[in-house]
């Protein structure tokens, strides 16, 4: 870059500042300064076991759904990846569409379809299959439910689009050399796609880390995430301990993504590391 | 690694995608060892021959195959082929040694035996040293000898190769040229080489079957292709030719026409030979050879390249000038 086009990034250097730098920097002075220098709010956090046990929920809830979500939609991803060319958008499309829909709106589709009186209970109290009404709304089974469903389209999209970077000809070079279908897949396809799933995980895991809405819709009252406990602060106008709770959560993220990162690079080939 | 090869034959092979055929009726049998060319333009079904021979593509009517035995209902896994590819398809997540050995991994070569069968392949294409590197890492000619090792491994009595040389410089692909010949030459494999090149068709084969518009139009040896042209659109694909109406050269009434090479024209004709009279319309020094275009009297030109002689000077352009050449030089061709 010539010294005369690096002020050409000056406008999105200043966006990224306004928009990015600024407000974490105002979370850290609201949790750090109250108005002096005090570390109450964070001895607050780790003294209560609650918050801890809310914290340990809310990684192990984005954890789970995550983890479906890759279950799920790789399969999803690798069926349209495999369709001739002309039906992929519009099987992309289908995907896509919920995307499109407001979370508000697919949590209510969701205690309508899970409700005592919902949907579900309807039909499987007329086929007979139950004989009283099963309690699947404010549950932990309707938030992972509604949270997979909600992110499972990302997830699609994620494998979808490193899939699309495979040469399928290594898929067939594999194949002239001796592999069968379900061997080519394993000792070709699956590696060169790891990383775009991975990425798709880690992408899900932090949505998932942020959902307060859900849980507080169609869970029960220990589904409580820490999003909802920082609504409940920010309710209450104790900035400092919500910012706080915010501080954790971002800490934890970073270190978990930062061990997930390291974990990929050693066990999976990337396809930036090749310069040709 | 022991001789070892295979016979292979396509008997009426038809490819369809939907009306149009991409492959029609094609035949041909390879015998093994030998190396044969399918040789032809961008859509001429050379391509298509070699996939369904691999396994990738079905054939819509016909058979193929390898070794005596009907292959057409066997994955490509359960062929036994090698191959190389034109992008040479090698795995970018596995080092050298992982892709040369995987043939022999796929097809459960005990552990300790696999080391020294991917020593021995990489020694055959003269590349040693790289067995830790990743593709990604290596210059195309290497990436090309590591494809090469890759489908030699696994001692397959038929070897694919598709358009393999086209990737690579002039440089390389000429010095690889003469390695797939060596390699050949060394393991006796049975070659099936895809190419557009017919210079790459010509140096390496045995034999060369032209394709146009997925049919066989010849298949011969490269010099009879060359000599004996079976039409005029071999003759036209292999080498440089002039195509002229057959009544330029003999009192024929009937529609044909006559191809006569460049080289074979020659100045001051002897009284036997067909002469034609015309203007040196262009005129090129080219070393070893004066190559240039002679407009005759009947419109049509006439591309000639005459060996340099100092004894007999080359017409310059504008003037007048007679050529020639026997008889047996010109092949007359019905389509």
Known sequence: MSPGQKWTVLPALALALVMFA??????FREALFDPAFTLTHFERFFGRPVFQSVFRNTLMVATIVATACLLIGYPMALFIVTRPPRWRPLLLFLVLVPLWMSILVRTYAWMVVLGREGMLNHALLTLGLIETPLQMLYTSGAVYVAMVQILLPIMVITCYSAMTEIDMGLVRAARVMGAGPVRAFRHVFLPLSLEGALTG???????????????????????ALIGNMIVNQVAQTNWGFAAAMAIVLLAATIILLALLRLLASKFLHSPRQEST | MPTHNAPLSFQAVTKRYGSTSAL????????????????????????TALNILAGFTEASEGEVYIGGRPVGALPPERRNVGMVFQNFALFPHMSVFDNVAFPLRMRKVPRREIGAKVGKALETVHLTGLTDRKPGALSGGQRQRVALARAIVASPPVLLMDECLSALDLKLREELRDEIRRIHATLGTTVVFVTHDQSEALSMSDRVAVLNEGRLCQVDRPDSIYDRPASRFVADFIGRTNILPAKAVTDSAKEAWASIRPERLRPEPGPDDIHFEGVVEERAFLGATIEGRLRLGGGQSLRFALPRSASVPCPEVGQTAVLGCPPGDIVMLDE
Request: no cysteine; proline share 6%; charged share 15%.
């Open chain 1, 22 to 27: 600024v407000p974490v920097a105002l979370i």
């Open chain 1, 201 to 223: 995980w880690a992408v899900i895991f932090i949505l998932s880390l942020g959902f307060f809405i859900v849980p507080a819709l169609v869970g029960g009252r220990r589904d």
């Open chain 2, 24 to 47: 029609e009726s094609f035949s041909l049998d390879v015998a093994a060892g030998e190396f044969v060319t399918l040789l032809g333009p961008s859509g001429s079904g050379k391509t």
